[in-house]
Structures are given as C-alpha cells and as structure tokens.
C-alpha cells in the first residue's frame, strides 16, 4: 500500500504547525522532505513515526516496523566503530542476524575506512555515517531519517544518499535535507514544505524547472510563495 497523509492538521503552543496537509509517499523512491527553516520539517517527521497511528495517517506501518533516526545520536568516545556496529545491530537482531548483517555493513568501503577508529577520533559526519548505515540493515518497512546529511561533507553525503537509494527499492524511505543540490544525480520525490502545507511534489528536474536561474534561493523563494 502506498501511505499518505490526509488533512494533518496540527498546534503546538496554540500556533498552527500543519493546516490541512496532504502528502503522498513514493514507493520504492528516496522521499525527501525539504522547505525553509522552521516550516515543520522535524515535527512532520515526528508525527510520521509517532506511537499511535492517526486518522490522517492512511496505510502508515505500525511504530514495530518503523526505523526513525533523529538529529543527535550521543555516544561514548571510547568505542570504536565496529563496537558501535555490534551494539546498535545485536539489540535489535538476533545473534546470528547482528553477525551476518554486520558482514554486510563492513562490506562498504567508506565503513571499513572508519570501523576500526574510535568515536572520539571520528568527525561527526563519520558518526552520522556509521551509525545511517547500521540503521539500515536493521530490517524496518519504513525508514525515516531528519537532516541525516547535515554536517556531512560532499563525498560522504553522495555514500549516504546511494545507501538509501538502495534501501527504498525494497522499503520506503523519507528523509529531510536542506542541501537541495546533493539530490542531483538521486532518486528522489520532493516535498516542499512551506505555509503549514505541502506545496509541491516531484521529481529534482521538476524542481529546478520552477525557476529560469539556477539558485536554489531563488527558487526556494519562488515555491515559497505558492
């Protein structure tokens, strides 16, 4: 089935985050949520992954198959990589499982460069990395991930964006970003986010065709006014 949010209408502080907002997710396609800072990016995903499915939360899978990461995700300095592989796959998975999905994780060349550093010596987009690409061998039918690209330099970011674009061929994938241009070459549907609704919907082409110029402030200004 395809999940869809209907007519989301959502306070906070009695100021109104959402007004009757619709979105449809993309099956088997890199979701990605972009917008302004403070239209609700992170609160929509929140809403998305919250312990009790909604009414507006039309063929959401139910919060047991659902992998959320958030922005910050603290761990001790004195692990390693491969120590932190062990721990975040062996309490969700099996023995057997964790080592097996494990082979798969370290089977990535940009793991393998960082699996033997311990955390402290790791840049936060290695941390960022490392722990995405756990995340993602951890068997979920939706996966949800807030800014997981912020603080994360170029070449890590197009590893990361693979990763998912590998992920949402069997699963559905939604993540949120403020680096319009790293989705480039990616497979990806855009949900513009701006005025407590989603305004626009399409592929990266569709986009960057909605402005002559090639700024993304422009066109971040233009599809703010729809």
Not at 24 to 29: A, G, P, S, Y
Not at 74 to 85: A, W
Not at 157 to 168: D, G, I, K, P, S
């Amino acid at each position: 089935e395809i999940m869809r949010i209907e007519n989301l209408t959502f306070s906070y502080d009695e100021q109104l985050i959402f007004d009757r907002l619709n979105m449809t997710v993309e099956k088997n396609r890199l979701n990605v949520i972009v917008g302004p800072n403070g239209a609700g990016k992170s609160t929509l995903l929140d809403i998305i992954t919250a312990t009790d499915n909604r009414s507006y939360l039309v063929d959401r899978p139910e919060f047991s198959d659902i992998m959320y990461q958030t922005q910050g995700v603290p761990l001790l300095s004195s692990l390693t990589g491969e120590d932190v592989i062990d721990f975040l796959l062996n309490i969700a998975l099996s023995k057997k499982e964790a080592a097996k999905k494990k082979e798969f994780v370290l089977k990535w060349p940009v793991i393998q460069k960082i699996s033997g550093r311990k955390i402290g010596a790791m840049s936060g987009g290695e941390r960022k990395l490392l722990i995405t690409f756990c995340l993602c061998e951890i068997n979920r039918l939706l996966y949800v991930f807030d800014e997981p690209t912020s603080g994360v330099d170029p070449h890590y970011t197009r590893e990361m964006l693979h990763r998912f674009e590998v992920l949402a061929q069997d699963h559905t994938v939604i993540m949120s970003t403020h680096d319009i241009d790293s989705l480039r070459d990616i497979d990806c549907w855009i949900h513009f986010l701006a005025h407590q609704r989603i305004v626009f919907s399409g592929t990266y082409n569709d986009f960057i065709s909605l402005s002559i110029s090639s700024s993304y402030a422009d066109i971040f200004e233009k599809i703010s006014e729809f």
